[in-house]
């Protein structure tokens, strides 16, 4: 069964705090992505890297980068925690064009920053 | 540019009744099409996709979803709801030339009355 596991379900941070948001996959994807999930704004890409070492700004990285050093891992670090990060974060993988860029999700990181 | 606007951020019928969700998407490029489904504190998982062909895509839980062009519409529907089938529902598209990068929809959170 192809999995996408992410380091914590729930996480409360302090503003100012540096977040490590850590996604791992077992599924030798060469994509990955991180979104943020707000009510009524559904999914917004964050960043997303299309290699090892690789990495592309998405719609929203003001705030974050992200770390991939090796192929099945995807990191999202907020330098310096807002409240207003406070949101839902979810980690996908994919495969090259051949599965038609189907992605497969994490169950997410719930982050309350205070 | 690619965009997805999902019809009404929460839908309400009964159990039994018909399901409809409806997606509009605009694409400069032919599209591959995906819905996918989010149950309560998990992350997204695919419903079905339209990527060639048939128009009429099947997926599972009964649900299936009908591409048409000319409408530039995807709209998901399932026959008979059940209950089980209460979740929140997102449209996405990809433009298929080469590139990877997935727009979702706002969302659509269906509610299933007993």
């Known amino acids: 069964d192809v999995k996408v596991t992410q380091s914590s379900r729930y996480l409360v941070k302090r503003t100012g705090e540096k977040v490590f948001l850590e996604c791992v996959q077992d599924?030798?994807?060469?994509?990955m992505f991180w979104y943020r999930q707000d009510p009524g704004l559904g999914l917004r890409l964050i960043y997303f890297?299309?290699?090892?070492?690789?990495?592309e700004k998405g719609d929203i990285p003001e705030g974050y980068s992200v770390s991939r050093e090796k192929k099945e891992r995807f990191s999202l670090i907020l330098e310096s925690a807002s409240t207003n990060q406070t949101s839902m974060y979810l980690c996908?993988?994919?495969?090259?064009?051949?599965?038609?860029?189907?992605?497969?999700f994490g169950p997410g990181t719930r982050l309350t920053v205070l | 540019a690619q965009s997805v606007t999902q019809l009404g951020s929460h839908v309400s019928v009964s159990e039994g009744a018909l399901v409809l969700l409806r997606c509009n998407y605009s694409?400069?490029?032919?599209?591959?099409l995906f819905w996918y489904v989010q149950y309560p504190n998990q992350g997204l998982q695919l419903l079905l996709k339209?990527?060639?062909?048939?128009?009429l895509v099947k997926g599972i839980n009964g649900f299936e979803a009908e591409f048409k062009k000319s409408e530039t519409s995807f709209h998901l529907t399932k026959p008979s709801a059940h209950m089980s089938d209460a979740a929140e529902y997102f449209c996405?598209?990809?433009?298929?030339?080469?590139?990877?990068?997935?727009?979702f929809g706002a969302g659509t959170r269906l509610f299933v009355k007993a």
């Open positions: 339209y990527t060639t062909g048939a128009t």
């Open positions: 694409s400069s490029v032919p599209p591959y």
């Open positions: 890297s299309y290699d090892v070492k690789m990495k």
């Open positions: 996908a993988s994919s495969s090259a064009p051949s599965s038609y860029y189907e992605q497969f």
């Open positions: 996405a598209v990809t433009g298929n030339t080469g590139g990877f990068k997935t727009i």
């Open positions: 599924m030798d994807h060469e994509n």
